[in-house]
């Protein structure tokens, strides 16, 4: 499961692009503030179309006039894992945080509320010494 928010998408593409041909199931949740400011995602709806074991999930938290549910994003507001934890809890699954950090800290106690273990929840900090305390 590869959550991202913003340009916290970077890292996550290039492990997409590597479990593409796996064939292992992979979930991209992907937080933008709108389909103007939201890269990559023609390439991710794409390797979604070609490959039946890549999902993507999209969050707006400002959908732009010419943003349509549904076809853009699929829920709007801030990623919020509750919404879609069905489609992404997984006994097995290794969990793969980036983004700002109050996004990485909400998404983390998330899953962490859901009693995923600590050692299959993944990220890394960016920014001047920026830590995220256990």
């Known amino acids: 499961m590869l959550v991202s928010g913003g340009v916290g998408l970077t890292p996550m593409i290039s492990m997409l692009n590597a479990l593409a041909p796996t064939h292992?199931?992979?979930v991209f949740v992907h937080g933008a503030r709108n389909g103007r400011v939201h890269a990559l995602k023609g390439h991710v709806e794409?390797?979604?179309?070609d490959r039946a074991h890549v999902e993507?999930?999209?969050f707006y938290d400002a959908p732009a006039a010419d943003d349509v549910a549904g076809r853009d994003y699929h829920f709007e507001g801030i990623v919020d894992l509750e919404r879609i934890r069905a489609r992404i809890e997984l006994a097995d699954a290794d969990?793969?945080?980036c983004g700002p950090l109050p996004f990485m800290l909400k998404q983390r106690d998330t899953l962490l509320g859901w009693g995923i273990p600590r050692d299959r929840i993944h990220y890394e900090v960016f920014g001047p010494d920026q830590q995220i305390a256990a």
Request: aromatic share 16%; charged share 15%; glycine share 0%.
């Open 24 to 26: 292992r199931r992979a």
């Open 56 to 58: 993507h999930v999209v």
């Open 46 to 49: 794409q390797l979604a179309a």
């Open 95 to 97: 969990y793969y945080l």
